[in-house]
């Protein structure tokens, strides 16, 4: 679908007077790139890699058993495979996928259904169209959508600590990576992984 066709979908579908028994808005990212911006009332999946992808759809099945899926991405690629798989399923009446991703979309909407901040996959970590925050800081739970990598040299995990946080040393993903730095730890795993569902369970709110 267009960015303008999507936007239409969403309004009569999910808009607030609506009633979307029939449809599901459903992000096809990983979780810490919907936590920073998503459109409104959208399933995000809670996985921490796209692979993961067709586990959590066989393993979330009734979440769109014949229901019409309107799918987005940040460009559309992984909505490609993504709808593929959901096509194959057989489950779904009708599936459907946001031409150029929320990145057209933001382009032509920016102050649309989208709301936070579009996360990317180089320095900048996001771009953003809007002024909403919908994400908080992991320690003191204020406001904040700005990622930095944790303070453990061998984690590669994203932290949203504010910079009030940050003053003050609170840098880690968890208290074991800030344990791993005092100590000189040099394991890569720690209890944002470990702890972690690979592939959760969800329901329709």
């Not at 940050?166 to 990576?177: D, F, V």
């Not at 890569?188 to 369970?201: A, D, F, N, Q, V």
């Amino acid at each position: 679908m267009t960015p303008a066709a999507f936007h239409r979908a969403i309004e009569e579908r999910f808009g607030s007077e609506s009633n979307a028994q029939d449809s599901v808005l459903l992000d096809c990212r990983n979780f810490y790139e919907s936590r920073i911006g998503s459109f409104k009332q959208a399933v995000l999946p809670n996985i921490r890699k796209f692979s993961y992808w067709p586990e959590y759809v066989d393993q979330n099945e009734q979440l769109f058993k014949d229901k019409n899926v309107f799918m987005y991405c940040t460009g559309g690629i992984r909505c490609e495979r993504g709808s593929a798989y959901l096509k194959a399923k057989g489950i779904c009446k009708e599936v459907y996928q946001l031409q150029g991703g929320i990145h057209r979309y933001m382009e032509e909407f920016p102050e649309g259904f989208f709301r936070g901040k579009l996360f990317v996959f180089d320095k900048r970590y996001s771009i953003q169209s809007n002024s909403d925050i919908t994400a908080e800081c992991s320690y003191c739970r204020r406001a904040w959508d700005e990622y930095d990598t944790c303070s453990s040299p061998h984690c590669h995990q994203l932290v949203l600590s504010c910079a009030d946080c940050r003053s003050e040393a609170l840098t880690a993903c968890c208290g074991q990576c800030e344990q791993k730095a005092r100590s000189g730890d040099s394991s890569e795993r720690c209890s944002c992984t470990s702890e972690r569902p690979r592939i959760p369970k969800q329901l329709l709110g």
